[in-house]
Every structure is written in C-alpha cells, then in structure tokens.
C-alpha cells in the first residue's frame, strides 16, 4: 500500500484492540475512521463490567495509548490492581476515545454491514489490491458508504456466542427456550440477582466466563440457600479446567482455578462431566436438560434458568466480498493456527506475531484481537495491542519496525497433561516459557 494514500484507514468496532489501533494511528498521524456497533465503546466489555480481569493493568493498556492519555493530565491506574470491566471503561478506554486525535473519527451505533473492494467484486483479480475499499454502515436506519486505503476489523466474537447442544450445533428446544439462557455473563449478585435467587441453575462450558459465573452463584447461595447450581461439561477430566493454580503467572487467574476445585470438592455444585447437551424440553416453566453422559442418557430435571458459557465463534457475514485466509478448524487467521490450536498445545503462550502472520489474500485487510483467535479462547488484550502496533507501522510504511514483534505474555503455568506435543516441545511456542510447564 501507498503510505502516502489520503484515504482513511477504517477500523471496525471500538473495543480495547480497534482502540489501540486508533492510537497508534493516532500517534503516526495516519487518518482513520472507526465504527462501533454498540451505543458505546467497548461495548463487549461493558457487558461483564462487574467482572475482575486477571491479567493487572501494567498488561491491559495498550504502549501507544499510554503515550497520548500521559500527554492529557490523565492519571494511569496502579500497574498491579486488577480492573473490573466497568473500571477498564471509565479509567482507560472512555478516556481514550475522547481524546481530541482519536474522538472526531469515531462514529458510535455505527454496524459495518459489508466491506469489499472499490467496484470490483470478489472473483475479480485485475487491479484490485490498488483499489480501495468500501465500508457500508447503518447508523440508525441510514446505510452511508465510506471509502478507505486499509481495514482493521477488530470486532471480536462476544456477539456471536456458541450454542450450548453438543457438536456446536443448537440443542432441540434451545431457541424455544432462548428467554431462560442467558449466553454471557449475567450480573448475579446485582442485576441479575432476583432472576437466579432461590432458583435451580445449570452453568454450560468450562472456560474463565463458566467459573466466574458459579463462583458468583455460590456467593448468592450464601444468602438464598435455595439456589441449586449445577455444572455441565463437555471436557471428560474436571481437573483440566483447574488450570495452573499456583504456577500461573497471574495470580488472580490461577486464583480462580483454585477457588472452583475447592467448591468441586466440598460439594457445592453438581458436576456433570462429560456432558452432552441434546435436547431441552420445558414443562410448566421447568426444563429438562436431556444429554449423554458417555454411552448412557441422561436428564437432569426442575431446571429455572440456563447460563450458557461454550464460547463464541467469529461473524464473516460482513466480510464476504472480502478474500481471507481462514482456518478450517478455529477459524482463525491462517497462519496464526499453530500457535494456538488447543489440538497442539495448551500452553496459553503465543508466539509474538504481527501484520506478516496476519495478512489475507486481500493486501491491506486484517483482522485483529480476539476475532483474529476464531473459536480459540486464550487470546489476551495484550496480544491485540502489539498486533495493531506492527499493522499500524506496516500502513504507515515502518517494515523495520513492523517486523519487529515483541510480547511480554504471562504463562498460564499449564501444559496440557493429555497432549504429547506440549509447548515445550514445539518449536511454535518459544517465547517466555518459564518454569511452570517447561522447568
Ligand atoms: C469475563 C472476561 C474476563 C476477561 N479477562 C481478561 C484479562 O484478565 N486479560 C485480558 O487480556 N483479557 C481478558 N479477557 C478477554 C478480553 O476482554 C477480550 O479478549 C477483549 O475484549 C477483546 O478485545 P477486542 O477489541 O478484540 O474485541 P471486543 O472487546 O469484543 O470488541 C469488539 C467491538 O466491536 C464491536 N462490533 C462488533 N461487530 C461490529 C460491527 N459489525 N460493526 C461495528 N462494530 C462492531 C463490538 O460492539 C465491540 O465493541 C476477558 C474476557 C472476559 C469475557
């Protein structure tokens, strides 16, 4: 691309990577316009705001951004603290999005509904990486088209969350049933408090979003002793979900692990593993889970609400005229797979990587932060930041300082204990490995 192009670089959605990536724009004086979906920035993140991240804030603020807030009296939070949510909004990215380098080009309840090149559709080659692209967007009920020299889609997957039947396939009776799931992270002890007190509640999945959930259920069973909580898994050994506890490198991460065994072992949520979900029936207002639990059926009955954690998988809708490089299994960027395919290691640990492994057959087109993952699950705000630090440098003409990927990742202290071919084995995974699964 010519760095010298007039046109705007368009960034889709305004969570904490596209935010970086307007930075670090900023910072090189490269024009740029942003489109954010939501009635809000970081409006993914908004909706866990009552949520403590793991990773402090020393990992959570992206270099560039850091630079220009400094310049405007803004107070940086304590590198070690962990935020909420809501504590990321206010203290950090509002902030940013007003400053006045980022604030004019930013367009808020703006949803890209399309990308392609300039006239050009995708089975056409001749003279395309020289055209521009076109971004259409509704604004309220207005569709208005904007031309631009490179896209940086960082509209992550939260929006496009997984269904809970076995097979990434919906359950019967799921979308019947869709006003008693709740796909997220529902604020229980607030919010959300009179939907789930004195009720009987299954938790689907087995991620950082499941385990919040029923540590925060097991604190309303404190004061409602009714509520039942219920845990279903598709993984075959609950200890794989416990992760590295005291050998992780963040410590409110391995908190977490340490505090679910704990209600595990005494007993205070039901464990079903493994579990697949097929069918869900509702009687008068009670729901049946029907599944397998290895060869046998299984039912387990006077269900009141869902909470459905399975993940979430990337939306291409918008990008179809668009020529990408997509892995067939985690539908992530291509070349980004190996590094964090959970079929290959579980390290967490992900090689520095930067706007050459994130590059599609489209020149000038990337997708970044956590939609750059697919389906995987392990991506950190930090990885996002320094892959729009060496897209940006790219745009901007910088190839030194492209090629030059640094990132200081935290170990999850976990190799997984079922797969061969660990991260210390694998030549994929060299950076940082420290102690806990290589030492
Ligand atoms: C409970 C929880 C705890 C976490 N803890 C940590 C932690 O401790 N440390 C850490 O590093 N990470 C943590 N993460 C992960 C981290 O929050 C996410 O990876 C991060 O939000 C990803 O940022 P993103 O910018 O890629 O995507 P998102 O935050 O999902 O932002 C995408 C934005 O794009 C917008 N958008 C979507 N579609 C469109 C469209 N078509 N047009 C315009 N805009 C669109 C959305 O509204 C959204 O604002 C945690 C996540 C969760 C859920």
Redesign the pocket.
Known sequence: MNSGNSLPVGI???????LAAAAHLAMRNQPFIM????DT?????LS?KH?K???PWK??IDKAARQLLAGENWQSPPDEELPT?KELYTLYFKPLAELPSIKPNLHIE???LSIGRKNLDKMKTEGRHELPFVIQVLHHSEITSYEVKAVID??????SPNPIGAGGVYAEGEIENRNKIFYG?PDILNHHRDRYKNKSIVVVGSG??AI?AILELDKLKAVYPETEIHWILRKKKIRDIYGGQEKDALEA?GALGIKIEQLVTQDRVNVYTPFQVQRIMNDNDKMTIIGNQYDEKFALNDIDEIISNTGSRP?FS?LREIRLNIDPALESTAELADLIDPNIHSCGTVRPHGEKELRHPDKDFYI????SYGRAPT????T?YEQVRSIVAAIDGDVESALKVELDLPETGVCSTDLDSGCCGSSATKVNITTACCG
Do not use: C, Q
């Not at 920035?41 to 993140?45: D, F, L, R, T």
């Open positions: 889709i959605g305004a969570g904490p990577v596209g489109f954010e979906a939501g920035i970081a409006a993914n993140v866990w949520i991240v793991f990773s990992y959570n949510g703006s949803r890209v960082a509209s992550g997957t939260w929006n992270i950082h979003s919040n991460r939306d918008f970044v932060g956590s939609k991506f950190l705000m930090a996002g």
